[in-house]
């Protein structure tokens, strides 16, 4: 693929990013997104106050809630009283005054669709960060990271999530710009530094957008995450030379490290699973490079100074306003919102069969798409189309680690460390997933964005795996086993053949059994098939779900 082919590839996915995300950001109705009214009564505090809320009691009135969005936000219920994201760390409400004050003195409505607009934008960041990793992660193979800036940009409930008044966005987009550094310390070897006992980690800081320019020297630390192929010998010597970095930018990479994770403290506590991933990449940096205690301290006041410089501030206030030890505010809004489920009152009504079948079931649909107040659920072939098209991802994924972890030397040390960087990214993003729902029943796909990254390039990945020749039979085997599966259950059961079910079963296995026929440019016309379905089913999602049932 050609540097310009590139580049036109990513214009293309921006292009059609901008637009389905700006047709969710006009076409959802008012207030139809989980918590909106109460991020943008925040934003509205800011811009007409000039100073930060506090929570209160009575600022979740659940009673009120529950009426108006049955009601579907009328226009004559006012959303004023809907407070209780008044606690949220303030940075993207900062930023949203300012575009909220531009929409004074016209219509409520469009001063909700210009901060929707700032999200869109928002939003852009992440699909480009997206594409930088995924060349930082797969340098030889920049279709893989086209594929995985499409699936960020695409998924249905993503493009829902960045085109509504909130944080989630922001705190995404910082989150992302954290990942990226990382993952360019791991991609060059540690080696001894001539500036002391410690050692310099080289790091491409460089933008991963100039594309083909850096090209050869990404390649030599591995083509892929976990790419088989190993880099050429003289390429490493090419690397050393082009990737070393004098102590002083290596400095600057920690304070910039430093100053995002701060950024992120400020921002929302979800993303806060930021600070052990940071622990764990200077970790690794001081044991690869058997950094002296010097180094060990200078690094540590590199990331932590600027970090606490931007957070001490804001959790000084809350201890003003909520008092110790509540510096986050979460036990004030723990309080306040009497009346929303919690996982032990839903366990002792349904029973523990009923919340996993529940644990399951809602966060993969709503990881795809399940819009308004978890209210708008589409048609089930769009979830089982989505089901398929993971399990088909997955099975690839499987099929090309398996040949791997039966030799773990096909994989370079730098492809290695990337896998496990991204999988302690995926990590902690569940861990903190399941942390949230032990209190609160909110089994909500969009908590785990934090690892939509990770998971894009697995996505990718699986996918260029599936559609191998060897790969695409045995996976259309499978599909054929589970076909039969399906109409064996049809005959002998109740229900009667599930017609959907077993078409598209039978369709898929077929056109991976065609696939592994072909030569491989018709194959890498398969692979962006596969995504180009993504925009389509987005598209759905808005007219088929979102207008369809709103409006």
Do not use: C
């Amino acid at each position: 693929m050609t540097a310009r082919l590139v580049r036109l590839g990513l214009a293309a996915i921006l292009v059609a990013y901008l637009l389905l995300a700006a047709a969710f950001a006009v076409l959802t109705p008012a207030w139809q997104a989980p918590d909106e009214p109460a991020h943008f009564n925040y934003v509205r505090y800011i811009a007409e106050t000039g100073n930060f809320p506090v929570l209160h009691m009575g600022d979740y009135p659940h009673a009120y809630l529950e009426q108006i969005k049955a009601a579907g936000f009328p226009a004559d219920m006012p959303i004023d009283a809907i407070r209780y994201e008044f606690h949220q760390p303030p940075l993207y409400y900062v930023l949203a005054a300012p575009v909220y004050s531009l929409a004074a003195g016209r219509a409520l409505i469009d001063a909700l669709t210009a901060v929707r607009f700032l999200s869109v934008i928002l939003g852009a960041g992440i699909v480009l960060l997206a594409y930088a990793i995924g060349r930082r992660a797969f340098p030889a193979r920049p279709g893989l990271a086209l594929a995985a800036a499409a699936f960020v940009a695409f998924l249905p409930q993503h493009l829902a999530t960045v085109s509504q008044a909130g944080n989630d966005v922001l705190a995404e987009l910082l989150f992302a710009a954290a990942l990226y550094l990382l993952v360019g310390w791991v991609t060059a070897h540690p080696e001894r530094s001539d500036h002391g006992p410690g050692a310099t980690v080289r790091d491409e800081t460089e933008s991963a957008l100039s594309g083909g320019r850096r090209a050869a020297a990404h390649a030599v630390e591995g083509a892929a995450i976990f790419s088989a192929e190993p880099p050429h010998p003289s390429a490493g010597r090419s690397e050393q030379s082009t990737l070393s970095r004098p102590p002083a930018q290596d400095a600057l990479s920690l304070w910039l490290l430093g100053v995002l994770l701060g950024l992120i403290l400020i921002t929302k506590t979800t993303a806060y699973i930021a600070a052990p991933l940071v622990g764990g990449a200077l970790l690794w940096r001081w044991r690869s490079s058997r950094a002296a205690p010097a180094t060990i301290g200078r690094d540590l006041l590199a990331v932590a100074l600027p970090a606490a410089l931007i957070a001490l501030p804001w959790y000084a206030r809350n201890v003003w306003a909520y008092g110790w030890p509540d510096i986050l505010g979460l036990r004030r809004h723990d309080e306040i919102v009497v009346g929303q489920m919690r996982t032990s009152e839903f366990i002792a009504q349904q029973g523990w069969p009923a919340y996993w079948r529940r644990t399951v079931e809602w966060t993969f649909k709503s990881f795809w798409g399940v819009f308004g107040w978890m209210g708008v659920w589409l048609d089930s072939r769009f979830y089982l189309i989505a089901a398929l098209l993971s399990g088909t991802a997955l099975g690839g994924f499987v099929l090309r680690m398996l040949p791997l972890l039966a030799r773990p030397g096909a994989a370079s040390p730098a492809q290695r460390r990337i896998a496990r960087l991204l999988s302690l990214s995926a990590l902690l993003s569940l861990m903190a997933y399941a942390w949230y729902n032990l209190t609160f029943l909110q089994h909500q796909g969009r908590y785990l964005f934090s690892a939509l990254i990770p998971l894009a390039l697995a996505y990718a990945w699986g996918w260029d795996a599936a559609l191998r020749p060897r790969n695409a039979r045995l996976l259309a085997g499978a599909l054929a086993v589970l076909a039969v599966a399906l109409a064996a259950w049809g005959v002998i059961g109740p229900a009667g053949l599930p017609k959907w079910p077993l078409a598209l079963t039978v369709a898929l296995g077929g056109a991976l059994a065609v696939v592994s026929f072909l030569p491989a440019r018709l194959r890498g016309l398969a692979y962006a098939g596969a995504f180009a379905l993504l925009p389509l089913l987005a598209l759905y999602a808005l007219l088929g779900g979102i207008v369809a049932q709103l409006w």
